[in-house]
C-alpha cells in the first residue's frame, strides 16, 4: 500500500512457517487484490524437488516459485556440446505435468545463489566447481572470449520463449560475470562504462524481450516440440492468433534443419522476427539454415 510494488520475490521460503505464507497471502488479499482488482506477483526461493517447491504453489500461499530444477537441466545441456536439448525438453514436460503449460514459475539464467552463467560460458569455471568459492576472492572471472555472449544471448533467447516468467538477474542483460558469492553479486554497470560487447548484448536482449512484449503466444500459448537433439532445439508457440517459431542451436557450426510442422497447420511461410528474413513452408517442412551459437525467433503465416 505505501510503494505499489507489483509483487515479492521471497527468500528462503522453506525456512518461514507455512502459516507466515498463508496469513501474509490472505492479508494481500483483502487488502490489495479485492477491493482494487489488482494482482500481486509472489515469486519464491526454495531449493528441492518438484514435490517441495509445488507444495507453495497455488495452494493459499505463493504465485510461484523459481524453476530450479528445470535450471539444474538447462545449465548443462546448454554449456556441454555432448548433452542433448532431449533432456532438457523431457525435463520441460515435467514441468507442464506439475504446473501446467501456461505456469508462472521463474525461469532464471543467474541468481545470487548461483555462479554467474557467463563464468561458466567463458571457460572459467566447471559447473558446480568447488573452487567457485575461493575464485570469489583470489580470481575473479573476466570474459575473455567474445563468443561467450553469444552463448549468454543463446540462454536468454531460450528463457524469454519457453512458458513461464522470464527472470534476468541483474548485468545478465549485459554478460556480467562472477564466481559464487559475493562475486556474483559485483556493483551494476551502465553507459560508458559497458565494452563494446556488452552494450551490443544488452541491445540483442532488449529485442527478444520486445518480441516477447509484442506476441502473446510466446507468453500465453502452447508449447509443442519439433525437434530436440544435440544441437537443435526447435518449438512452437500457439495461441488463438498467431504460432511462434523458436529455433535454437547451440553447436558452434551452422546447421541445416528441416522441420515438420503439424499436418493441421495452414501456414505457407515464415518471417523472422528480428531480421524480417522470409522462409517458405513446402508440405509442412520448412528448411532452415542456422549459424552457430544462434537463434531464431519466426512468425508462421
Same mark, same amino acid.
Given at each position: 500500500?505505501?510503494?505499489?510494488?507489483?509483487?515479492?520475490?521471497?527468500?528462503?521460503?522453506?525456512?518461514?512457517?507455512?502459516?507466515?505464507?498463508?496469513?501474509?497471502? &490472505?492479508?494481500?488479499?483483502?487488502?490489495?487484490?479485492?477491493?482494487?482488482? =489488482? &494482482?500481486?506477483?509472489?515469486?519464491?526461493?526454495?531449493?528441492?524437488?518438484?514435490?517441495?517447491?509445488?507444495?507453495?504453489?497455488?495452494?493459499?500461499?505463493?504465485?510461484?516459485?523459481?524453476?530450479?530444477?528445470?535450471?539444474? =537441466?538447462?545449465?548443462?545441456?546448454?554449456?556441454?556440446?555432448?548433452?542433448?536439448?532431449?533432456?532438457?525438453?523431457?525435463?520441460?514436460?515435467? =514441468?507442464?505435468?506439475?504446473?501446467?503449460?501456461?505456469?508462472?514459475?521463474?525461469?532464471?539464467?543467474?541468481?545470487?545463489? &548461483?555462479?554467474?552463467?557467463?563464468?561458466?560460458?567463458?571457460?572459467?569455471?566447471?559447473?558446480?566447481?568447488?573452487?567457485?568459492?575461493?575464485?570469489?576472492? =583470489?580470481?575473479?572471472?573476466?570474459?575473455?572470449?567474445?563468443?561467450?555472449?553469444?552463448?549468454?544471448?543463446?540462454?536468454?533467447?531460450?528463457?524469454?520463449?519457453?512458458?513461464?516468467?522470464?527472470?534476468?538477474?541483474?548485468?545478465?542483460?549485459?554478460?556480467?560475470?562472477?564466481?559464487?558469492?559475493?562475486?556474483?553479486?559485483?556493483?551494476?554497470?551502465?553507459?560508458?562504462?559497458?565494452?563494446?560487447?556488452?552494450?551490443?548484448?544488452?541491445?540483442?536482449?532488449?529485442?527478444?524481450?520486445?518480441?516477447?512484449?509484442?506476441?502473446?503466444?510466446?507468453?500465453?500459448?502452447?508449447?509443442?516440440?519439433?525437434?530436440?537433439?544435440?544441437?537443435?532445439?526447435?518449438?512452437?508457440?500457439?495461441?488463438?492468433?498467431?504460432?511462434?517459431?523458436?529455433?535454437?542451436?547451440?553447436?558452434?557450426?551452422?546447421?541445416?534443419?528441416?522441420?515438420?510442422?503439424?499436418?493441421?497447420?495452414?501456414?505457407?511461410?515464415?518471417?523472422?522476427?528480428?531480421?524480417?528474413?522470409?522462409?517458405?513452408?513446402?508440405?509442412?517442412?520448412?528448411?532452415?539454415?542456422?549459424?552457430?551459437?544462434?537463434?531464431?525467433?519466426?512468425?508462421?503465416?
Amino acid at each position: 500500500t505505501e510503494t505499489n510494488a507489483d509483487g515479492f520475490r521471497h527468500d528462503a521460503v522453506k525456512h518461514v512457517p507455512n502459516e507466515f505464507w498463508r496469513l501474509l497471502t &490472505k492479508k494481500i488479499k483483502e487488502k490489495i487484490e479485492l477491493p482494487d482488482e =489488482t &494482482k500481486v506477483y509472489q515469486i519464491g526461493e526454495t531449493f528441492g524437488g518438484y514435490d517441495l517447491i509445488s507444495s507453495y504453489v497455488s495452494n493459499g500461499q505463493l504465485s510461484s516459485q523459481f524453476n530450479f530444477n528445470l535450471y539444474d =537441466t538447462a545449465i548443462p545441456v546448454f554449456l556441454d556440446s555432448e548433452s542433448s536439448f532431449e533432456m532438457l525438453d523431457n525435463q520441460m514436460q515435467k =514441468t507442464f505435468q506439475v504446473y501446467g503449460v501456461n505456469h508462472l514459475m521463474g525461469n532464471l539464467v543467474s541468481s545470487h545463489d &548461483k555462479i554467474r552463467y557467463m563464468a561458466y560460458a567463458d571457460g572459467d569455471l566447471e559447473i558446480n566447481d568447488g573452487r567457485a568459492s575461493d575464485f570469489a576472492w =583470489t580470481n575473479p572471472p573476466k570474459v575473455d572470449n567474445p563468443s561467450s555472449y553469444d552463448k549468454l544471448k543463446l540462454h536468454l533467447a531460450y528463457i524469454l520463449t519457453i512458458p513461464g516468467v522470464p527472470v534476468i538477474y541483474y548485468g545478465d542483460e549485459i554478460g556480467m560475470t562472477g564466481a559464487s558469492d559475493p562475486d556474483n553479486r559485483r556493483m551494476m554497470r551502465f553507459d560508458d562504462d559497458l565494452n563494446e560487447n556488452e552494450k551490443q548484448t544488452l541491445k540483442d536482449v532488449s529485442k527478444i524481450i520486445h518480441i516477447r512484449k509484442n506476441h502473446p503466444a510466446l507468453r500465453y500459448g502452447d508449447f509443442l516440440t519439433l525437434k530436440a537433439d544435440k544441437n537443435i532445439y526447435a518449438y512452437v508457440r500457439s495461441d488463438m492468433n498467431e504460432r511462434i517459431l523458436v529455433v535454437i542451436n547451440k553447436s558452434e557450426l551452422e546447421q541445416n534443419v528441416d522441420l515438420t510442422l503439424p499436418a493441421i497447420y495452414s501456414e505457407r511461410k515464415a518471417s523472422e522476427l528480428i531480421t524480417g528474413e522470409s522462409l517458405q513452408v513446402k508440405e509442412n517442412v520448412i528448411k532452415i539454415n542456422i549459424g552457430g551459437i544462434s537463434y531464431l525467433i519466426l512468425k508462421l503465416n
